[in-house]
C-alpha cells in the first residue's frame, strides 16, 4: 500500500486530471487550520448580543453591569463605530450594531471582549436594553401595505431598477416578451411556495481580528470574498482601505452564507478598542442569526401549450421575501425572474417579480440564488402540463428544450453553448435499479431507522427535471479576478490569487492551470490575502473556477512573455481577467439591449427513483441519476462532488429543511431542529458530465456548483407526486402533505 | 459551579444529600447541550460516570435489571434484545452511535422528556423505578414517577438506581416517526406489546401527550385497538410536528405493529 | 478545575473550567484542533473521538468526566509510518471538501472497521448516520470507507 507522509503535497494534475485535493491530508489529520482554530497570544473572546425581539425600538442601552464583570475588556455599541455606521453588500442599509431599532430576531446590539467566553457571556446578559417592542411584519403578502421598516425612501433604488413606490418593496422586475396574452389548446396552473433554507455549513462564523499596533487591523476570517469584506469593514471602522487587510483563515463551507459579513466588523473594533487579538466564534443556535437564508417564494404559475405540446406562453408571479435588510436580494429577485421559464424556448411570457422587506430573517445568497425557487414551480408546471397533454414528461421537455441560437424571454440570444436537450436525453438513459423486492428491512426503506415500515403502505415513484441558471455576474457588474505570478530563478512559481477556497476545490483549479500553463509541477499557492493582490471577486455564482482559470492563465502566460524579454530572473506579474460584458435589462421591458444580461448558462437534468410511506408520509430517496452541462471539467473528481453535495442539499429543501418562525423568531435554530440530509437520507448518484466547451470561457470550462442545486428539489418532489398522485406544492413536503391532512 | 464524583454508591447517596442542588449527569447527552448553549448554570454537577454499581444490568425470576447507567449500545447486545425486544428495537433508534454509546437510560428517566425514546417500552413491560437515598430506597411504578412534560417524581436527595422489568412478555416492537430517516427526536413514537399468555395488549406512545403514556387492551380488542390508543394521546403542534398529523400517525403505528406482532 | 487524562497515549493535565466539555478542553486547553465545533449538540458528530475506546461525541462529555480516562483524537490515529488507511482512503477517493466533518467522519469509520471489517452499504450508512457532511452528500466519503476496507 502507499504510504503518504502527513503534510506533503501528493502529485498534483494538469487540467482535466482528477487529483488529489491539495488540502486533503491535513483535512484528514486536524492539522488543517479552521477560522475557528487560530490562535494567538493574548487573545481575547468576542460575544454578541443580539435582539431577542423581530421588530423594536431600542431606547436606551446600560452597559454598567456588563462593564464590571471580571474578565472584561471592552463593551461597545453603535457609539463606538467610529466610521459609517451601516453596511452591506450592495446597499449600506444594515447597521453594525443596532442604532435605533432593531429589525430582525437576532440582530447584533453590543459586543463584549473578555478573557474567557464564559466571562463574555455572563457580560452580555447584564447589558440592559431598553426594547420597546413594535409590530412586526412577517407576512410578504402584507409588507407593501405596511410601514416602512427602511424610512428613506432613496436608500433601496439604482437607476437600472423599476421604480416602485410601494412601502418596503426591495425590487419589482418584470420581463414583457412577445404576446403574454397569446392563448394555448392546454392551459395548466399551480401555486407554488418555498420555505427559508439554511446554507448550514458546518463550520460556524468565526474569525480573529489582530490590531497591528500602528492603528491598523488583521482580520483573519471564513469568508467568501476577502476584497469586497474590506470595502464594507474599512469605511466602518474609520480606516482607509491599506490599514485593513483580510486573511483567508480556513472555511468550514460557505454555500453564499458567507457573503454577507458576520464577525468581521465587530472582531476589529473590539481588536482596536483593546489593542488585544479578539477571536470570535458564533455557536450553532447564533449561527443561524449570524447570515442570511435562502428567500422563502411565493409563485403563481400559469402555462399555455399548444396540443402538440409546444410552450406557447408562461405568465409567472414570483413574490420574494427579503426579510429585514437588502443583502443580495436584488441580485436573487434577477435570477429568479431571468429563470422562471425553465431552459425551455418560451415565444410568449410575462414574469412579475417583487422583493419586500419583512422582519423575517435577512436572505440573500444560497446555491442556486433565486434560479431553485422558479426551478421548482415551473418544472412542476411542465409535469402538470405533460399530464395534461399525455405526453411524455420527458418528450415534452426535449420538445421545448432550449439550445444555442435561441432567445430567452429577456430577448437574450444563446450564443454560448447549452446542451438542454443532451443533458435531457443522457439523463434519461441512466439506468435506475430495478425495484427492491418487499418486505425488506427497515433500514432501506421509508423512515429507515425509525423502523417504522417493512413495507407496508410503500409506493415507488419516478421523477425527472431539468434546470439551468448563469454563470458569473450578470446584468451589467464589471466581473473580475485578479492573480499574481512569481516565477522564481530555481524554475519554482507562486501564485497569489484571492479566489476562496471554501471546500470547492478552487486551489486546485488554480494550481492546475498554473502547472499547466508553466509546464512545471513546482508551484506554490501562496496565502490568500488582500494584502498581495487583487481582488478575484466572489467564491460564488458558480463563477470561480472559470474567473480564477481566466485570470491565473492570463497571469502565467504574462509572466513567461516577461522571463523570455528579460531573458530569466525573477518575474512578478499580476493581471486582471474580465468576462464579456454584460448589461442591466430594460426596467420596463426586462428586455436586453446590445449586450446580454447574463454571459453564459449551464443546465442539469435529473432522475429520481423515490420511496413513499404513503400512510405515515415518511419518504426514502432510493437512487439518483444526472446529466450535467459542465463546459470542461478542470478535475471531475471534484466536478462529480459538487454534483452530488450541490444534489443533496436540494433534497434537503424537498423533504426536511426549513427555517421555521413565529412572529419572526426563530422556533428552531439547532440542528435538533433545522434537520439536514444524514448518510442515511442521500442515495447513490450516478453523474454523467457532458462536456462541451463554453466558447468564451478559459479552457471551455463552466461552474458547476449550482445546476445540481437547482434542480434537485423539483426532481425529487416530482418523484414524490409520481408514488403519491398529490400535488404537493410547497417545499419542504411534510408528512402531512402525503398523508394529506391539512 | 462544582464537580462532584463520586467513586461508590454510598458516596454518591451522601454527596447527593450534602448537595441537592447538584443536577446528576451520567452520559450527558442531554444535560450538555444545556451547558454549552448557556441555557443551565447549575450551582454543582453531580458526575455518576464512576458509580460501578450503576452500570450493567441483570436477570432473576423473570425481572430484568437494568442499572441506570446502562447505554443504548449495551442495551442492543443480543441477550437483552431476546428479552426485551421493543426496548431493545427503540435503542438502535436513539441518535446516532455516538449518542447510544453515552446516553443511558437513566439519563432517559431523569430528564423525562415526552419524547424519551426509552419509556414507552418500558412502560409496556411493566417497569419499577429504583430510586435510594441516604433515607432508604423506594420503588415506583414508571407510571407513578413520569409526573409531567420533563418532571418526574424524584425527590431532591434520591438518585435513580435502576429500573425493573418483565421479560418475554410475548411478542413487542418499537416504531419512531421523525423527518428523516435517522438521528431525529420522535415525532411519534410507539411501543406495543402482545401477550397472548394473560391476553393482554399493550401500546405506550412519545411525543403525543405530556407524558408517555401506557394503554392496555384485552386481546380481543385488536379491531378498536389502533383508535383506543390515538384517542389515549393528546398531541399538540410544535416546530417537530402537528398534532393531527401525530395521532394519524399513531393509529397506522398500531395498526402496523399489531400486525407485526401477531403474525410473529 | 484540574484534570488529568490520556489523550492519544500521553499524560496530560489541563485547567477547565468545571462547566466545560471536553472538545472546548481539548481544542483550547490542549491545543489539539481536530475536533470540530460544529453544532455542540451532539447532532453532526464532527467531534467525534474515541473515549476509552468508544465512539463519542466530545462536546457532549464534561471535561471533569475524563478524568482518569483515555482519549484518542483524530490526531493520535496517524503513525510515524504516515495515514492512517482511513485518512488514506479519504483523501484518494474525493471524500473531503470543506473538510469540517472530515476528521469525526475519519475517528468515526476507524471505529467502524475495528468493529466490523467488511460493513455492507447499509452498515455504513447506519454507522455513519451520526457525521453530517453538508459538502459532498456522502457518495464519496461511503467510497473511502469501502477502499479503506478493502485495503484493511
Not at chain 1, 422562471?340 to 410575462?350: E, H, K, Q, S, T
Request: hydrophobic content about 40%; charged content about 20%; aromatic content about 4%.
Amino acid at each position: 500500500m502507499s504510504r503518504v507522509m502527513p503534510g506533503t503535497e501528493a502529485r498534483l494534475g494538469w487540467i482535466g486530471e482528477s487529483v488529489r485535493r491539495v488540502d486533503g491530508i491535513p483535512k484528514t489529520t486536524g492539522e488543517f487550520e479552521y477560522a475557528s482554530d487560530l490562535q494567538v497570544a493574548g487573545m481575547l473572546w468576542g460575544h454578541t448580543l443580539r435582539s431577542p425581539y423581530a421588530h423594536a425600538r431600542v431606547r436606551a442601552i446600560d452597559l454598567s453591569g456588563a462593564l464590571s464583570v471580571a474578565g472584561v475588556h471592552a463593551v461597545l455599541t453603535h457609539s463606538d463605530v467610529p466610521g459609517r455606521k451601516t453596511y452591506g453588500l450592495e446597499f449600506q442599509d444594515q447597521p453594525v450594531l443596532a442604532i435605533d431599532r432593531v429589525r430582525y430576531f437576532g440582530e447584533p446590539v453590543a459586543i463584549v471582549a473578555a478573557e474567557h467566553p464564559e466571562q463574555a457571556r455572563r457580560a452580555a446578559e447584564r447589558i440592559v436594553v431598553d426594547y420597546e417592542p413594535l409590530v412586526p411584519i412577517v407576512d410578504p403578502e402584507r409588507a407593501t401595505e405596511s410601514e416602512p421598516l427602511h424610512p428613506d425612501p432613496e436608500s433601496h433604488v439604482s437607476d437600472h431598477y423599476l421604480r416602485d413606490p410601494r412601502p418596503n418593496v426591495l425590487r419589482t422586475m418584470r420581463i414583457i416578451h412577445g404576446d403574454p396574452d397569446a392563448r394555448g389548446d392546454v392551459v395548466v396552473e399551480g401555486t407554488y411556495e418555498l420555505g427559508s433554507q439554511d446554507q448550514a455549513f458546518l463550520g460556524p462564523e468565526s474569525g480573529l481580528a489582530v490590531p497591528d499596533g500602528k492603528g491598523g487591523v488583521d482580520v483573519y476570517v471564513a469568508t467568501q470574498w476577502l476584497h469586497v469584506d474590506r470595502e464594507q469593514v474599512a469605511p466602518c471602522l474609520g480606516l482607509p482601505e491599506e490599514q485593513v487587510r483580510i486573511h483567508l483563515a480556513g472555511v468550514g463551507g460557505a454555500f453564499g452564507g458567507r457573503e454577507d459579513l458576520s464577525i468581521q466588523i465587530h472582531a476589529a473594533l473590539l481588536a482596536l478598542h483593546t489593542s488585544r487579538p479578539v477571536k470570535m466564534v458564533y455557536n450553532r443556535q447564533e449561527s443561524f442569526s449570524g447570515h442570511v437564508h435562502r428567500h422563502p417564494a411565493r409563485i403563481r404559475a400559469e402555462h399555455r401549450a399548444t396540443r402538440d405540446g409546444r410552450l406557447v406562453c408562461v405568465q409567472m408571479r414570483i413574490l420574494l421575501d427579503g426579510g429585514a435588510y437588502a443583502s443580495s436580494s436584488t441580485a436573487v429577485t434577477a435570477n429568479a425572474t431571468s429563470f422562471a421559464c425553465g431552459p425551455y424556448a418560451v415565444p410568449n411570457a410575462l414574469i412579475e417579480t417583487m422583493s419586500v422587506f419583512t422582519n423575517n430573517p435577512p436572505c440573500g445568497a444560497m446555491r442556486g440564488f433565486g434560479a431553485v425557487q422558479t426551478c421548482f414551480a415551473a418544472e412542476a408546471q411542465m409535469d402538470k402540463l405533460a399530464q395534461a397533454l399525455e405526453i411524455d414528461p420527458v418528450e415534452l421537455r426535449l420538445l421545448n428544450a432550449l439550445g444555442t441560437g435561441d432567445t430567452l424571454p429577456t430577448g437574450q440570444r444563446i450564443t454560448s453553448s447549452l446542451p438542454v436537450a443532451e443533458v435531457i436525453r443522457r439523463c434519461a438513459a441512466l439506468r435506475e435499479p430495478d425495484p427492491e423486492e418487499l418486505p425488506r428491512a427497515a433500514i432501506r426503506l421509508p423512515g429507515g431507522a425509525g423502523n417504522t415500515t417493512r413495507g407496508e403502505g410503500v409506493k415507488r415513484g419516478v421523477g425527472f427535471a431539468v434546470g439551468f441558471k448563469n454563470i458569473a455576474y450578470s446584468e451589467g457588474f464589471d466581473d473580475s479576478c485578479a492573480a499574481r505570478v512569481r516565477l522564481h530563478e530555481d524554475g519554482s512559481a507562486e501564485v497569489h490569487c484571492a479566489a476562496a477556497e471554501v471546500g470547492q476545490g478552487v486551489t486546485n483549479v488554480i494550481l492546475q492551470v498554473a502547472r499547466t500553463e508553466l509546464a512545471t509541477d513546482d508551484v506554490r499557492i501562496a496565502p490568500v490575502t488582500t494584502a498581495a493582490v487583487g481582488s478575484s471577486g466572489s467564491a460564488s455564482a458558480s463563477r470561480m473556477t472559470w474567473m480564477a482559470s481566466g485570470a491565473v492563465r492570463d497571469a502565467c502566460r504574462a509572466a513567461l512573455v516577461e522571463r523570455e524579454a528579460r531573458g530569466g530572473g525573477e518575474v512578478d506579474v499580476e493581471r486582471v481577467y474580465r468576462h464579456r460584458r454584460t448589461a442591466p435589462l430594460d426596467p420596463e421591458t426586462g428586455q436586453v439591449g446590445e449586450l446580454p444580461a447574463h454571459v453564459a448558462f449551464a443546465c442539469a437534468a435529473m432522475k429520481v427513483i423515490a420511496e413513499v410511506d404513503v400512510e405515515l408520509g415518511l419518504t426514502r430517496v432510493v437512487w439518483i441519476g444526472t446529466a450535467q452541462d459542465v463546459g470542461k471539467a478542470v478535475n471531475p473528481q471534484a466536478v462529480e462532488g459538487q454534483i452530488e453535495g450541490g444534489t443533496a442539499q436540494g433534497l434537503g429543501l424537498a423533504l426536511m429543511e426549513e427555517i421555521q418562525t413565529r412572529d419572526g423568531l426563530i422556533t428552531n435554530a439547532s440542528f435538533t431542529d433545522y434537520l439536514i440530509p444524514t448518510a442515511l437520507d442521500v442515495p447513490p448518484i450516478v453523474s454523467e458530465l457532458v462536456e462541451h466547451p463554453e466558447p468564451d470561457a478559459p479552457y471551455g470550462v463552466k461552474g458547476v456548483g449550482e445546476p445540481p442545486t437547482v434542480v434537485s428539489t423539483a426532481a425529487i418532489v416530482a418523484a414524490l407526486r409520481d408514488a403519491t398522485g398529490r400535488e404537493l406544492a410547497r417545499v419542504p413536503v411534510r408528512p402531512d402533505d402525503i398523508v394529506g391532512l391539512q | 459551579m462544582d464537580v462532584l464524583t463520586p467513586r461508590s454508591l454510598d458516596e454518591a447517596l451522601r454527596l447527593r444529600a450534602a448537595h441537592p442542588d447538584a443536577l446528576p449527569i451520567q452520559g450527558g447527552t442531554d444535560l450538555m447541550v444545556d451547558l454549552n448553549f448557556d441555557r443551565r448554570r447549575p450551582e454543582a454537577l453531580l458526575n455518576l460516570n464512576e458509580v460501578a454499581e450503576l452500570k450493567g444490568w441483570s436477570r432473576e425470576n423473570g425481572v430484568v435489571r437494568l442499572g441506570a447507567g446502562l447505554t443504548y449500545t449495551d442495551a442492543m447486545s443480543a441477550k437483552l434484545a431476546a428479552l426485551l425486544p421493543a426496548f431493545s428495537e427503540a435503542s438502535r433508534t436513539v441518535g446516532s452511535p455516538q449518542i447510544r454509546n453515552r446516553g443511558t437510560i437513566g439519563g432517559n428517566l431523569g430528564t423525562a422528556s415526552p419524547a424519551g425514546d426509552a419509556l414507552p417500552p418500558l412502560l409496556i413491560s411493566e417497569c419499577e423505578v429504583e430510586l435510594q437515598s441516604v433515607r432508604g430506597e423506594r420503588r415506583l411504578a414508571l407510571e407513578s414517577f413520569l409526573i409531567g412534560p420533563k418532571r418526574n417524581a424524584l425527590a431532591p436527595d434520591e438518585l435513580i438506581l435502576a429500573v425493573r422489568v418483565r421479560g418475554g412478555l410475548g411478542t413487542q416492537t418499537f416504531m419512531k416517526v421523525g423527518p428523516r430517516n435517522a438521528m431525529v427526536i420522535a415525532v411519534v413514537s410507539l411501543a406495543l406489546g402482545v401477550d397472548r399468555e394473560r391476553g393482554v395488549l399493550s401500546a405506550a406512545f412519545g411525543s403525543a401527550a405530556p407524558v408517555a403514556t401506557l394503554v392496555t387492551a384485552a386481546l380481543d380488542d385488536v379491531d378498536s385497538f389502533p383508535e383506543q390508543v390515538a384517542a389515549a394521546a393528546s398531541p399538540i403542534d410544535d416546530v417537530r410536528g402537528t398534532g393531527a398529523y401525530r395521532r394519524h400517525a399513531l393509529r397506522v403505528l398500531v395498526a402496523r405493529a399489531l400486525e407485526r406482532c401477531l403474525t410473529r | 478545575m484540574k484534570i488529568e487524562l490520556i489523550v492519544n497515549g500521553e499524560q496530560c493535565e489541563a485547567d477547565v473550567w468545571e462547566g466545560e466539555s471536553l472538545l472546548y478542553a481539548l481544542r483550547e486547553r490542549l491545543g489539539l484542533y481536530g475536533s470540530k465545533n460544529a453544532c455542540e449538540q451532539g447532532e453532526c458528530g464532527s467531534c467525534s473521538v474515541l473515549l476509552d475506546g468508544s465512539l463519542v461525541c466530545a462536546c457532549l462529555v464534561l471535561a471533569a468526566q475524563a478524568e482518569g480516562h483515555e482519549v484518542v483524537t483524530v490526531e493520535g490515529l496517524a503513525d510515524a509510518n504516515g495515514l492512517h488507511p482511513v485518512q488514506e482512503a479519504f483523501v484518494e477517493t474525493g471524500a473531503v471538501q470543506c473538510g469540517f466533518c472530515t476528521p469525526g467522519l475519519v475517528v468515526a469509520t476507524t471505529e467502524l472497521l475495528r468493529q466490523n471489517p467488511d460493513p455492507s452499504d447499509d452498515e455504513i450508512r447506519e454507522a455513519l448516520s451520526g457525521n453530517l457532511c453538508r459538502c459532498t452528500g456522502y457518495t464519496k466519503i461511503f467510497d473511502a470507507v469501502r477502499l479503506a476496507a478493502q485495503r484493511a
